[in-house]
């Protein structure tokens, strides 16, 4: 996160692109512990486009933690969807994506002794 006159901009991007969150100084003195805590922040605010839609803003309104989600994640009953890739010696075959049960998806190095929580790194710019 960067600041500008008690402005902070939370970047955060997915795989359509990148986006700022912009947070106002009374909103961030409001939420400041979700912001610096969540590891999943939830954002409801209007969404601003520049140019062709390359830099997109989104002014927030409401911050929510819901680190409850991401941690439910694993615990999920509802299929994954998987990517295979055509067979190589095919030109013509395509990749296709098939759903299956999450435990199959899940790397099987994980061992018993390794916790099931998800860690995400971030980037801090102080």
């Not at 947070?23 to 805590?37: K, N, S, Y």
Request: proline share 6%; glycine share 8%.
């Amino acid at each position: 996160p960067g600041s500008a006159n008690g402005v902070l901009f939370v970047t955060i991007e997915d795989e359509s692109g990148v986006a700022s969150i912009v947070v106002w100084p009374d909103l961030f003195e409001r939420e400041r512990r979700t912001i610096l805590a969540a590891s999943l922040l939830g954002v409801e605010g209007r969404i601003q486009r520049e140019g062709e839609g390359e830099v997109v803003h989104v002014v927030a309104r409401r911050l929510g933690n819901l680190a409850d989600l991401f941690a439910s994640v694993a615990e999920r009953e509802a299929g994954c969807r998987l990517l295979e890739h055509g067979d190589a010696s095919s030109p013509r075959s395509l990749d296709i994506t098939r759903n299956v049960p999450c435990d199959a998806a899940r790397p099987s190095a994980r061992t018993p002794s390794q916790p099931e929580t998800i860690r995400v790194k971030t980037r801090d710019f102080r």
